[in-house]
């Protein structure tokens, strides 16, 4: 099994909700991350959890809220979002840290704030 | 800084063309290098790496080597596919925490 998982794979949501986006992985992986996609652009690094602890945080507002309850989960919760936010969030895993390492994405969600 | 700088898209082939899509990075150390394609509506996939100087990566007929003199990890296929239509991603990985520094991706299309 080389996947990993992302629910939903759409999510519309109000400025004043609160929801959370879930990645799974069943590969051993011990390093999972979250990125930002803006359509057309590269994606760029939110948060690193390796071991199941925050080991980066890229300067990202506090009304993204990561958390990694075990090995193979990764959330990330979302409240009082802006329109800005709107983007393709990819969760990936990889073995750990290691420059060498492969790092394997989710199919992400597609997050649209209105 | 670091960075990787890729040629600007949309770049578009009829099928079975040759395809080279450029890659070259600056980076204050030496580190591994990857291609990632994305299709329309998916996540990334990693296409090839390469983790030192001189190392060919390959995968389904794409092909890239690593060379440290002129910095540059461009991606190569002999005779691509309508299905190869993507963007693709050039990145490295400093070992700086797992983070990876994408180029701007370019967007290939190839038409029948």
């Known amino acids: 099994d080389t996947e990993v998982t992302q629910t939903p794979k759409h999510l519309v949501m109000g400025m004043t909700n609160k929801k959370s986006l879930k990645c799974e992985q069943h590969?051993?992986?011990?390093?999972m991350y979250w990125y930002k996609q803006k359509a057309k652009k590269p994606p760029e690094l939110m948060f690193v959890?390796?071991?199941?602890?925050?080991?980066i945080n890229e300067s990202v507002p506090s009304r993204f809220s990561p958390e990694c309850p075990n090995s193979s989960l990764l959330n990330l919760h979302l409240h009082a979002l802006q329109p800005e936010d709107s983007a393709l969030y990819l969760c990936a895993s990889s073995q750990v840290t290691g420059m060498n390492t492969e790092a394997f994405f989710g199919q992400g969600t597609r997050l649209t704030v209105v | 800084g670091n960075s990787v700088t890729q040629m600007e898209g949309p770049v578009t082939l009829s099928e079975e063309a040759f395809l080279t899509i450029n890659c070259t990075y600056t980076?204050?150390?030496?580190?591994?290098l990857f291609w990632y394609v994305q299709y329309p509506g998916e996540g990334l996939q990693l296409l090839l790496k390469a983790t030192k100087a001189d190392d060919k990566g390959s995968n389904k007929g794409f092909e890239a080597t690593y060379r440290k003199e002129t910095t540059s990890f461009h991606l190569e296929k002999g005779s691509v596919q309508v299905s190869d239509s993507a963007v693709y991603f050039c990145a490295l990985n400093l070992n700086q925490g797992g983070k990876l520094i994408f180029g701007q991706g370019t967007e290939l299309s190839v038409k029948p």
């Open positions: 959890y390796s071991y199941e602890k925050l080991s």
């Open positions: 590969m051993g992986h011990r390093a």
């Open positions: 980076a204050t150390g030496y580190p591994s």
